[in-house]
Structures are given as C-alpha cells and as structure tokens.
C-alpha cells in the first residue's frame, strides 16, 4: 500500500494531518483526488499572491473539495498559529534552497521536530519526512552516505522528542509535481527517496547521584525471568511455547543440578560483571529455571531451526564427568555434562547469538520478530544514534583505575552507556601526574536522547568524578 495512503487513511477522522510546505499544493492535490483522503489541511510557506498560476488552480481545487488551505505558514515556528488538534504532520524534501548547504538543512530539520513537538497531542502523533536518496544518512538509505554527510535526520528529530520507527520507499504519486530544484520551479528526482516516519519517544530519566545504583540492581535482582515483556519471554513463547512466567514451574535457586532437567539459565549478570567490570558489593544471584522433561536433543533441535548447529567442546569437568561448552559461531550459550545428563543453556547468551547481535541491552524492552528460520530484536527506536564524547583528567593522589571508572560510568548512565574505552594514559615528566583519557559510547535504544542530552550528562559525569574522586578534568 502507498505509504501515505496508508498514514493518512489511519488518521482520526477528528484529528487531520497537517500538510506543511507543500510549495505547489500538488501534493495534497494527489493526495484528495488519488486516494479520496480530505481529512487534511493543506499549508505551505508563500501568500497566495506569490503562487505560480499551477500552485493557484491546485488551491481553488483542494478548496473546492472542501480542504482548508492556509498560506504563510512557517513549518518551523507552527506554535504561533492556532491548529485543532492533529493526527501528524507532513513534510516533503524540506530544503532551504541552494547547494552545498548541508548544514542549514541540518538546522531547518532541527526546528521543524522542535516546531512539531510543542504542537504534538499524543504519543500516536506521527510526524512523516520525505528525503531524496542518501540525505537521511541510515543504513536503509540507497545511496548510503557517511553521517558526517547526511541531513542527520535521527539525531535532529530527538530535539522535538521523536524516534525513528519505519522508514519506507517514497511512492510514485500521480499528478504530483515535485519542484523546487536549487529554488526554482523545476522539477527535481525522486527516485530512491524514502519516507521516515517519526513517532513521539519518552524522554530518558536518569538514575544520577543519589540513585545511580538503581538501574543494575533492578537488572540483577528483577531479572529477565520477571519482566513480562523482556525478549526472554518472547523467546520461550514462540521457541517453548510458553506463554507467561504463571506457565512454568518457576523458581530462583543457585547452581545446584538435578539429574535428568535442563536449566534455562539469565547469564546476563555474569555478562555484565565480565564485560563491564562492574564493583558490586552484594554478591550476584543467578537464577535458573527448571525445565522438565526436555532434553539435549530437543534444545538441540531448536537452534538447528534456526539453522544453527551447536557444537560440543570438549573439556574437563572433574574427575568422574567430562562437560561440553555449546556454542554457536563461536558463541558460548551453554554447557552440558555427559554423566550427570545435566544441561545448561545460557537463554540471553542464545538470544543474542541467533539474533546477530551482541549488545546486551537489546534483552530488555525490545520485540523479536521471527520470520521463516530468521530472528531480529526490534527496539523502539529504529536506528538510533550512537554519540562519542571523551573526557580526560589528571589523577589525584589516589588513581582511578579503569575498572572503577567503568563502573562509575555504568551506575551514571545506566543502559544508555554503549561502550567505554581507555585511549590514553601518560605521566607528566615535570608534575609526576598521571592523565587518562576514555571514550564513552552512548546510545539510548527505547528513549528520545539529543545530542545536547549527552553533552549536559557528560558533564555533569565529569563534576561527579571531581567531586568523589578529586581527579581534575581537563
């Protein structure tokens, strides 16, 4: 279905769509005569008496169909005018004209989601983008281009409070006339443009200063096995044919096997202690599930669907047991034990393993999507972006050691913490200080988060470290 046959048609019928900068109206013109949608209104930035005569009769047109058409509108500044309330907005090939002006066009994304999220109603207020090819800088664009050299479209619509959730093939629409090339009434190509629809995100809450141990404790404690709509439910739902925790005969207990069962085990607090040197003072509790009646053959069976072939190292238990690491591509999801006929399968270390994916974060809040013998995980967010930020300082008295300054790093920023790497470490000759600098990756993967977010947090990370650790930062 045409992408804005199918945006338009769910809208409200109380609610209309916002058309902006549609500098001819032929676009809401295609839109009332192609698919009968007149739950619309129609806008565009020119007065009527600077329309071309093509622009002027698509206006008599729309407004003969009953559409409400306004002229003189700025797409950037929507506030200042009074709209009912909306379904969205539309928004096709924004461009302030000219060549060579990424940077501009930057700037007029970054006020129009501004624009558009101090108008939004809901959560469901969808806000639709049209970009010819390479301009949006993803991975789904056909002609991909560095971020770098992209509208950074993702990253602009955080500053109104968006997300990123389809992005779709633009549609050849009849009677539509796309102009404006280098700012004139001259058509330009469409080809390979894509539509990104945007929805409004929840904006991140931080677990800063007095709560920052809440996040790892609440992962640790209320663990995977407890959160309904954690992907290891979705996984033992359509793998195990488990509907919900009430259906499995569910207990906590430490490693302790029984002959004979199979123990669906969360490593992912191992993962985290192990990857990201976390300092927790409590000792950490793994949590097994029985489950009965199942047995290698079976778990076997299950990754051999997704045409995965787990393989058996061999290695020493003890002296009465040999015990096999299973593994798929080299992944470690488990281990077995011949003699004991005891199984353990590590569920997040196999989720992430036949999803393709290694960050840890998407175990939680994120949808699996299987289609024939292939499993994605899905986030909230599509494609969102990762910024880099350093920060270097000199030492005090008492070093901080890259353990701890990653475990600080964690308790701060939580899951929106992607990677953390030391890049550099030197003594000063004159001073006998010691300076290091890290890399921290940061990422939200569920929640609205701008640049300007990070750079405020990143700071504020910084003045926590002075303050605790009495380190100066440079």
């Known amino acids: 279905m045409n992408v804005f046959k199918e945006v338009l048609t769910c809208s409200d019928k109380d609610k209309p769509f916002l058309i902006v900068g549609d500098g001819n109206f032929s676009f809401s013109r295609a839109v009332v005569e192609n698919f009968g949608i007149k739950n619309i209104i129609s806008s565009g930035f020119q007065s009527f008496d600077d329309l071309s005569d093509?622009?002027?009769?698509?206006?008599?047109?729309?407004?003969?169909?009953?559409?409400?058409?306004?002229?003189?509108?700025?797409?950037?500044?929507?506030?200042k005018y009074e709209f009912p309330i909306l379904s969205g907005i539309v928004f096709n090939f924004p461009h302030v004209g000219g060549k060579m002006k990424i940077q501009k066009n930057r700037e007029l994304i970054q006020l129009f989601f501004t624009s558009a999220g101090s108008i939004q109603?809901?959560?469901?207020?969808?806000?639709?983008?049209?970009?010819?090819?390479?301009?949006?800088?993803?991975p789904e664009d056909t002609v991909y281009r560095t971020w770098e050299n992209s509208w950074k479209i993702v990253e602009m619509a955080a500053y109104g409070g968006f997300i990123l959730k389809e992005v779709k093939k633009f549609p050849k629409i009849d009677s539509y006339m796309e102009t404006g090339y280098r700012s004139l009434e001259k058509r330009f190509h469409t080809e390979g443009s894509s539509v990104y629809i945007f929805v409004g995100g929840e904006r991140a809450s931080f677990p800063i200063y007095g709560n920052r141990d809440c996040f790892v404790r609440s992962i640790l404690y209320n663990n995977l096995w407890t959160l309904n709509d954690s992907v290891v439910w979705q996984f033992m739902n359509h793998v195990f044919h488990i509907a919900q925790p009430k259906d499995l005969n569910f207990e906590f207990e430490e490693l302790s096997y029984n002959p004979y069962e199979i123990y669906m085990c969360n490593s992912f607090s191992l993962h985290l202690q192990l990857r990201l040197d976390t300092n927790l003072k409590e000792p950490i509790v793994k949590h097994f599930v029985k489950l009965k009646r199942w047995n290698f053959d079976r778990i076997k069976a299950v990754f051999d669907n997704f045409g995965y072939q787990i393989t058996e190292v061999f290695s020493d238990c003890d002296t009465h047991c040999s015990k096999h690491t299973l593994s798929t591509d080299n992944n470690i999801v488990g281990s077995a034990c011949d003699q004991c006929c005891q199984i353990v399968v590590f569920i997040d270390a196999a989720i992430l393993s036949l999803g393709k994916e290694t960050d840890w974060r998407l175990l939680y809040h994120s949808r699996l999507v299987f289609k024939q013998n292939m499993m994605r995980i899905v986030t909230e967010s599509l494609y969102p972006v990762a910024y880099t930020f350093d920060i270097s300082f000199w030492d005090s008295h008492i070093p901080l050691s890259q353990k701890l300054f990653k475990s600080e790093a964690l308790l701060f920023f939580a899951n929106i913490l992607k990677e953390v790497h030391l890049v550099d470490s030197y003594i000063c000759i004159k001073t006998n200080k010691t300076s290091k600098c890290y890399r921290n990756v940061y990422q939200s993967l569920w929640y609205v988060l701008s640049k300007a977010d990070i750079q405020n947090l990143h700071s504020n990370f910084g003045k926590l470290l002075e303050e605790k650790y009495f380190v100066k930062v440079r």
Not at 54 to 79: Q, R, S, Y
Not at 121 to 138: A, E, N, P, R
């Open 54 to 79: 093509m622009a002027k009769e698509n206006v008599n047109i729309l407004k003969d169909e009953g559409i409400t058409v306004l002229h003189g509108i700025d797409a950037t500044a929507l506030k």
């Open 121 to 138: 109603s809901s959560k469901d207020f969808k806000v639709c983008v049209s970009l010819c090819q390479g301009q949006g800088g993803i």
